[in-house]
């Protein structure tokens, strides 16, 4: 296996990969890492793992695990630590599902190799992408914050966590966040939001962390402002800020 140092060397932005490319390096930080969730289709059968990845300059990219490779790295890829990632293949995105980048994909091979770094990589480049709850206020039903060029996060401070909901067909859970006025606003997580992000900030709310949530959907029902996640939104926890910003 390469050193820490020869990886660090060949490392390039994700938006600097060709497609198909199966020799790039990168240094990404997760910020996403999915349940594991059984799929059934006409072809094949078995389990799935979404990861969501970001890089130096602040671009996303998912890589979805499958069968075996979900067991080879079940002990790698955790939320808010940092790896270099080497041998994976850059695919196009397939049109028919959510993505959060435009254009490639990951996928791990047998050959992919992943190191985990204390080099951590930082959200510094998220910040002229950052906007506070006050901001978000003015945009419209079903917005999605990813849509916009210049609008990568909204930034908040985690004031509650509601317990989950669940029923036969879906998992929610709410959680309210405030400004620095304490003005409130009603978070809903979905899916294995509710049930994995939903637990682990239950266990912070007595800290107040700020949180940074990235390709989430505002909604406004009955008059009544809130966000909602997606599946290809991810939660930052105290995220580093390139500049100071109003909460």
Known sequence: MATESELAKQTVLINKILKNSIESVIRVLVIRRGSITPYKNSRHEGTYRTIIL???????????????????????????????????????????????????????????????????????????????????????????????????VVIFILYYVNPIIQNATSKRREIVVTNELMEPTTVTLWGDFAENDGAFLDKLKDDKPILGLCDVRVSIYKGRFGISTIPVSSVLINPIFQKAIDL
């Open 54 to 152: 970001v890089d130096e300059e602040g671009t996303k990219i998912q890589e979805t695990l499958f069968n075996k490779h979900i067991e080879t790295w079940k002990d790698f890829l955790k939320p808010n630590k940092s790896y270099y990632i080497a041998k994976g293949r850059y695919d196009r995105v397939n049109p028919n599902y959510s993505s959060v980048h435009k254009k490639v994909e990951l996928a791990f091979t047998d050959n992919t190799v992943i190191k985990e770094t204390d080099h951590e990589v930082s959200t510094h480049k998220f910040s002229d992408g950052f906007l506070s709850l006050d901001v978000v206020d003015n945009l419209s039903n079903g917005s999605i914050l990813g849509n916009y060029p210049n609008i990568k």
